[in-house]
């Protein structure tokens, strides 16, 4: 299967400090790659790097086939390529519905020309984008509080927001960062069965960082685990596991 995403000899430094070094990945479209590690292994950076929030120093990004190194994030957005944050980015003093309306690009209504002569086409396009938000908004299970202001929000209702924002936009890949931080066990399995869902029915890509292991063993295959800025080993979450390898840069050596 062709990749989505396509990291090649990617190295950033900070200082004197290696974070990423040579390091290689591939996403295939269509699966849910975990990106796993110890603390400081470079998989934020790596996250940020791919998302168009950090130059690296050299190497190579491609999004299915496409050069984007350096790329910033906003040109990104436009392919397709979008990132969720572990601390949610929402505009807090907009109504969840209003949050999701707000996504799409290019709204007739963002221009002062087309609002003053063209009121017809901007109601339309609000209308339509309107029942978009809304169809949205009932697939991630948050129709009842579509009204509520985002900042009264729980951490994992704000995360599904999140979720939901990367739907009005038909991305084609997903950045996962740390989704699962701060949610409650009933929230994340809402959480885990929409990924699993705009994966299974919609085609999305994703790429997780995350900590918790039962979700990565319930979602992801293939896992990719990194260490001091390099992949040490790739496969299923059984073979990650139990590779001595992996639980020494996890444990430390004394694990028996």
């Known amino acids: 299967m062709a990749s989505m995403i396509d990291v090649r000899h990617v190295h950033k430094a900070f200082g004197g400090l290696k974070v990423i070094d040579d390091c290689s990945i591939a996403v295939e479209q269509g699966s849910i790659t975990g990106l796993i590690g110890p603390n400081g292994a470079g998989k934020s950076t790596l996250f940020n790097i791919i ?34 944050f572990q601390i949610a980015h929402e505009f807090h003093q907009l109504t969840a519905l209003e949050n999701l309306m707000m996504v799409p690009p290019a709204q007739a209504g963002e221009n002062l020309f087309d609002a003053w002569l063209k009121p017809g086409r901007v109601r339309a396009q609000e209308a339509e984008v ?13 129709y009842h509080v579509r009204n509520e202001l985002a900042g009264n ?16 936009t038909d991305a084609r890949v997903v950045l ?20 699993e869902r705009l994966n299974r029915e919609m085609g999305y890509t994703f790429l997780v960082i995350e900590h918790d292991m039962d979700m990565i063993a319930r979602l992801c295959d293939p896992v990719i685990v990194l260490a001091q800025g390099r ?5 299923s979450i059984e073979e990650i596991q139990n590779d001595p390898a992996v639980i020494e840069a996890y444990f430390g050596s004394n694990v028996a």
């Open 51 to 84: 998302a168009g929030a950090l130059p690296l120093d050299s190497g190579q990004v491609l999004l299915d086939g496409e050069d984007i190194t350096n790329r910033p994030a906003n040109e990104l957005f436009h392919k397709g390529l979008l990132r969720t």
């Open 130 to 142: 309107r029942r978009k938000a809304l169809e949205v908004i009932d697939f991630i299970g948050l």
């Open 153 to 168: 929000l729980s951490g994992g209702q704000k995360k599904l927001l999140e979720l939901g924002r990367s739907m009005m």
């Open 176 to 195: 996962l960062d740390e989704i699962a931080a701060g949610v409650n066990r009933t929230l994340l399995g809402d959480l885990v069965a929409n990924i």
């Open 231 to 235: 992949v040490m080993v790739q496969g």
